[in-house]
């Protein structure tokens, strides 16, 4: 497929994204990551706007399959309707463990998901951006929370290693976490 022809089919997904032009940061990720860790429960308390993570009370659970491998299940609440999305998240290389890339159905190309920060614990910020022949990029940014939300504090240090790596945090949406599930307890 041409360039152009992908440019023309891409724009209007590009207007509800976050455009840049030249080709992605490569930001610092997390280091000594272990995917291992890092499974379990999350939920999405911020995130750059993305068509493909529509709605509200969004979570993600990650279930550690082998070493390298997870499976996702992601959760979103919209037109008052609870939707599952299905993916795999994995270690394309493994000397760089935070450098993991999602893939969400077979007829979608696997996407970055870089792991920028997390504590395992509490918070993580997750990076991606897709770049198009040099030309331009999309990014995507997702600020997670292992509880429905984060203190404030937390969300500015998150932010921080957004703003850290030149991501313009001024478009960042607040995800609603107000579909009625208990907190959890831990
Ligand atoms: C990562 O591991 C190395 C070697 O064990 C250690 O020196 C370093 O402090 C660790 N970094 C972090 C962020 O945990
Ligand atoms: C997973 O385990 C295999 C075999 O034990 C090892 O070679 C590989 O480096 C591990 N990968 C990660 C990401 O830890
Ligand atoms: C994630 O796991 C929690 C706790 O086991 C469960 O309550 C929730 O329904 C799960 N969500 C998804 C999207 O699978
Ligand atoms: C960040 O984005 C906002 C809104 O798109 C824009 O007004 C602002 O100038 C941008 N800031 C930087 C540092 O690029």
Known sequence: MGAPLVLLLLLPLASAQTFGWGPCKTPEVQANFTLEEFVGSWYLV???PAFFS????????????ENDTALVTNRHVFFGREWHFDGVLFTPHSDQPAKLAAHFGRFVPPMPDWVLATDYSSHSVVYSCMDFFHVFHLEYAWIFSRSPSLTPDALRRCREVLEREGINTSRLQEVEQDCGEPPRED
């Open 46 to 48: 911020e995130k750059l």
């Open 54 to 65: 529509p709605g509200k009370c969004i979570q993600s659970n990650l279930t550690l399959v």
